[in-house]
């Protein structure tokens, strides 16, 4: 996935799910001083949870829809979508979907509290994304 943004991103939110083995650094910290005097410094102690790095674990859309044939033959799972728009957006942005297949960003956007605009070339695949995004606000309080 891409994330485009005109200069430096505005919003950043990383997500912090990954356990951290060590709390602390192991042995003295010290640093050398101009004067060549050794300084015993205060130990960093970290959080329990760190940053997630650039490889995400993530279950498929065949582990997510178990038993269900995906309407659209290269759907992304709504853990993915949905982790990149906590990442990379707060509420009330908007997010765009260049290529919105089956309309799974839309989606994962409106409950996230996001407005969104996507688009679509292929009409088979726009016509999922249509029935998609209907269902889930016919469904819901608008």
Known sequence: MFVFSKGKPKTFNPIKDKKNKYLTSFGRSTCRKANGEIVERKKKIGSEWGMRTNIWKINTVGQE???K?????????????????LSWSNEGDLVLDPFAGSGTT??????????FFLIEKVKKYYDICCKRVLELKNNSLF
């Open 106 to 115: 839309g989606l994962v956007a409106y409950k996230l509290n996001r407005k």
């Open 65 to 67: 829809m178990i038993g």
């Open 69 to 85: 044939v995906p309407p659209h033959p290269a759907m992304f799972p709504i853990s993915l979508a949905k982790d990149h728009i």
